[in-house]
């Protein structure tokens, strides 16, 4: 028998039950220590965390000291011999850390517990078992806890555990990962009753993977998925709708921190008319939810259009086209396409903007992205009501391109209006970042398909010469190599539909054939890390730099973890270009892998409506769980995107589905029609 304070449905006592103990439950900590038998095992559940501590008064401890009782106290208010505030310390970055050798070989030392949006009570103990610390690392702290302040979580005291915050929260709370947890429990329980068996066959959670790492995907399944992707848009709510619009400006912000509580489940969805938020931040609240991303930006309007529009396609849903459309016409009418990028005369002329708070930034990547999203939900839709304006984007784009082919990071709208667009194409930049720029060359390339205007083939061609001549060594990475081995795919698929070559062909395999060195099994993708010296986000060099800037899930070459915001979204998208465009069987067979991955991995959950049907950044695919290294700052392992993850994922399962290419499903194209008039207009001198 175990004796619990708290609720019947608690998670530890469910969980508990279905071990095969019987439970006895008390509404406090007072009456059930005196009314349970001398030498009784008492469990002491935090009911009202994070606000309410634990009630003990004063003769509780030394009842239990009387009676022999062992026990398990978690968040309490007073313990003897200790000084507690009154206050408890909330944390946002910090981990638990082993700090004893006491939980056996699956959990030494310095081994990593998450716990997310931590409260606890500070206190002074020369002996914790569990600290709570910010410390990098995957699985465990790789520099140790020397240099940093640790609170203790969990110690021994007189007969028991004392715990500080609430360790049975690791359920609600989304604690992983679950391997330690059953870890600690396991010897949590086993200190109470000595020997007790444990099998967790019935461990509880709230949230998982739609499908186990075994299970075999059928065509069914994959329409399922791109059905609950595309659903999911509304299920978090994250059209702007009218009646809160103010609150989607509050907690935008200048777009430095557009971070704030879900959208409340009673707020109406828009349609799309006034924009598609960008998803979840990785900050996990202690019940489990998860902070939003206010932001709006272009690239995710782009890119969300084109997974409606495949979606509706697919499943036959008009609404889908609807909301799509209605997206698109959101980027051209708002201040992304506004001000100087819509005046024919200013240097700006036809870029997109980067977001709503910043329309002055221009990103080639992101506006490659927002392109392709709108050409494809174009082709899915049947419809070329925006021809024009993305041929001006592409344009615009190309136009502030160098001699080379490469355009560099970023631009910014003071420096384009001050120093004119020509002084960009007369550049002689060098940037081997595909991340950055192999995209925009793919729509150099796809455009030149359908006009045959030869600047765009030769600078595309020139660029990606360039950039395989200095592959491995001089890449430049972002978060990692994958991401750009991934990205780079795309824009030597399509040189090889225009040019196919044995050179060309060489290319596309030596890439491919190193991206998928790291596919396991199941059609993961590991992550890797680059050269030490090309990195722009390394691994994290330092506890103190934990959380402070983007950064890969990983901490070394090896942990087995996939990233579907940088790498497997990409991938995936890009393999089926390749697959297509040469016959190679080999594509094909690891692209049907990696789409059976992120059909497994999609994320499914009846608590927590807003993530049921999304993709999280970081799978660990070899617990098959949700977990890595969340030291990227707002893009972290349980961050969404409803552009760049979401989107490019259902968009590519459509097309695997439909058994075409993005290269086919656009080929009919009639952007041509404007071609000359849109030179004459912006590039009249390069005619």
Known sequence: MIHVVGNGSNEVVVWL??????????????????????????????????????????????????????????????????????????TRLERGVVVQDVFGAGLRPMSILGINDCHVIQVNHDDPLLVLAKVAGLDKAEYGIDDVETYPLLIKHQSGLVAFTKLSNFAAGRYGPEDHWQTVWGYIIRELIPGARLDF????????????????????????????????????????????????????GDGANPVGPPVARDLPNGDGTLG?????????????????????????????????????????????????????DYIFRENLRNGPRSHPDSASYGLIGWSHTHPGVYYGDDNARAILGILGASAHMGTDRWDKETLEAILANFRTTGTLGFRDRRLEQRDLQRQGWRYYRNREVVNPAPHFESWMWALYLWLYDK??????????????????????DEWLWTNGIQQERARMILPLAW?????????????????????????????????????????????TKSNQEYGLHEAPLIFENGDPIADMLYTSNFAFFSLNEAAHATGEERYQEALEKLSDFLTRIQVKSDKFEDLDGAWFRAFDFDRWEFWA?????????????????????????????????????TNRSAINAHMDETLDLMMEELR
């Open 17 to 90: 039950e279905q071990e095969g103990f019987s439970i006895q439950t008390y509404p406090d900590p007072l009456q059930a220590i005196m009314e349970i038998p001398d030498g009784s095992v008492l469990m002491v559940l935090a009911e009202g965390y994070p606000m309410k501590k634990t009630n003990l008064e004063g003769t509780f401890f030394t009842l239990a000291e009387q009676k022999g009782i062992r026990y398990y106290i978690e968040y309490p208010s007073e313990v003897p011999g200790m000084v507690l505030p009154n206050e408890s310390l909330r």
């Open 201 to 252: 066959q019935s461990w509880p959670t709230y949230l998982q993977p739609a499908f186990d790492q075994d299970e075999t995907i059928t065509t069914a399944d994959k329409e399922n998925s791109v059905e609950k992707g595309v659903e999911w848009f509304a299920k978090g709510r994250f059209y702007v709708h009218p009646d809160w619009k103010e609150m989607w400006l509050e907690y935008q």
């Open 276 to 328: 598609l938020l960008e998803g979840h931040s990785s900050n996990i609240y202690h019940d489990g939810t998860q902070q939003y991303r206010y932001w709006i930006r272009a690239d995710v309007q782009g890119e969300g259009a084109y997974a409606l529009a495949a979606a509706g396609n697919l499943l036959n849903k008009e609404d889908c086209f609807s909301i799509a459309g209605n997206l698109v």
């Open 451 to 472: 006009t045959g205007y030869e600047p765009l083939l030769e600078k595309a061609k020139s660029a990606i010469r360039i950039t395989m001549e200095m592959y491995p």
């Open 495 to 539: 040189l090889v539909r225009i040019e196919d070559t044995a050179e060309h062909r060489e290319w596309l395999d030596r890439i491919v054939s190193k991206l998928l060195e790291n596919q396991v099994e199941s059609g993961a993708i590991r992550e890797e890390l680059g050269g030490v010296d090309k990195g722009r986000y390394g691994r």
């Open 629 to 665: 290294s969340n030291a990227d700052v707002g893009w972290g392992a349980w961050g969404t995107l409803t552009g760049w993850t979401q989107s490019w994922i259902v968009g590519t399962q459509v097309l695997v589905l439909q058994n075409q290419s993005y290269w086919e499903l």
